[in-house]
C-alpha cells in the first residue's frame, strides 16, 4: 500500500469542484477585507450561498459514479453546510445575530474532520499538516464564540475575512490531496 497520498476521504475525480469552491471562498475573503463597509448582513448572505455550494459538491462527490473512501463523512458534511446555507440566507436578520455561531460549528467541525484525517493517515508523508490545520480550524472556531459572546462586529468582520482566505487555500490543498493517482485504485 503507498502511504504517500493516504487520507481517510479517498480520492475523487471531481477533485476539481472541491478546488473551484476553495478558489472562489479565497477570492470572497480578499473581496470582503478591502471592502468591510458592504456590511455584516452582505458578508453572512454570501458565506451562506458559498456554504451551500460547499453542501452540494460534497454531496455530489459522494453520490459520483466514483464515490470516494469515507463517503458518509462527506454526506455529512455536506447536509450541515447547506442547512447552515440556507438558514443564513433565510433571514437577514437571523443571520445577523447567530452568524459567529455558525462559522464557529461549521470550523469546529472541519477542524475535527481533519484532525481525524490525521490520525488515520499518520503513516502518510505530511500527516502533520492535517493536524496543523485542524487545530488552526479548532482555533478559528472558538475565535468565532468568542467573537459573538462579546458581539464585537469588528472582530467578526476581520475573524470573517481571514477564515474565507484560511478555509479557501485549506480546500484548496485538500482539493490536490483527494486528487486520484493514475494507475491507483480507488
Known amino acids: 500500500m503507498n502511504f504517500s497520498r493516504f487520507n481517510f476521504l479517498g480520492y475523487s ?7 473551484v469552491v476553495g478558489v472562489v471562498m479565497v477570492i470572497c475573503g480578499f473581496a470582503y477585507w478591502f471592502w468591510p463597509v458592504a456590511g455584516f448582513a452582505v ?51 437571523l443571520s445577523e445575530f447567530v452568524f459567529p455561531y455558525f462559522l464557529a460549528l461549521i470550523f469546529l467541525y472541519w477542524g475535527i474532520t481533519m484532525i481525524i484525517s ?38 467578526v468582520s476581520f475573524l470573517t475575512s481571514l477564515a474565507f482566505i484560511y478555509w479557501g487555500f485549506s480546500i484548496c490543498m485538500f482539493a490536490y490531496d483527494i486528487k486520484p493517482i493514475e494507475g491507483h485504485r480507488q
Do not use: T
Open 43 to 93: 458578508a453572512s448572505q454570501i458565506f451562506g450561498w458559498l456554504l451551500i455550494l460547499a453542501g452540494i459538491v460534497q454531496l455530489l462527490v459522494a453520490a459520483g459514479p466514483h464515490f470516494p473512501r469515507g463517503w458518509g463523512w462527506w454526506i455529512a458534511g455536506g447536509i450541515i453546510d447547506m442547512f447552515i446555507g440556507f438558514m443564513l440566507v433565510r433571514s437577514i436578520i
Open 13 to 19: 475525480k471531481s477533485w476539481w469542484l472541491v478546488l
Open 118 to 155: 490525521s490520525v488515520n493517515g499518520h503513516r502518510g508523508r505530511y500527516w502533520w499538516l492535517y493536524l496543523i490545520n485542524g487545530i488552526l480550524l479548532m482555533l478559528i472556531g472558538f475565535f468565532f464564540i468568542e467573537a459573538g459572546w462579546i458581539q464585537n462586529m469588528a472582530m
